[in-house]
């Protein structure tokens, strides 16, 4: 949570990049906002303790391409346009399958 505080500005800024970043963990990229089910957005606004209002969406278009940047340099991946998809550091953290 500390990363989203640090890295987004404003309610629903910083739940736009928790949707991206846990989409991201967990599919191994970054999902579009209208992708997301509804069920995990819930989940991650009450994590956040933002309003039920609180809906993940860009600002800007920079703010966009922001969130991606500052994704791919958390993880330590680079993006497609610069190569593969590959780690430089660390391989995104994935939770157990069931």
Not at 69 to 81: C, D, I, K, M
Request: aromatic residues 8%; proline residues 8%; glycine residues 8%.
């Amino acid at each position: 949570m500390a990363f989203v505080r640090s890295k987004a500005n404003g309610e629903a800024g910083r739940l736009t990049l928790l949707v991206l970043r846990k989409g991201l963990q967990r599919l191994g990229y970054i999902p579009a906002l209208d992708q997301v089910p509804d069920g995990v957005t819930d989940y991650l606004r009450q994590r956040l303790d933002r309003p039920a209002e609180t809906t993940p969406v860009y600002e800007a278009e920079r703010s966009r391409h922001r969130y991606y940047r500052v994704l791919r340099a958390y993880l330590g991946l680079r993006s497609s346009s610069d190569g593969a998809r590959t780690s430089r550091s660390r391989p995104p953290v994935r939770p157990p399958t069931r």
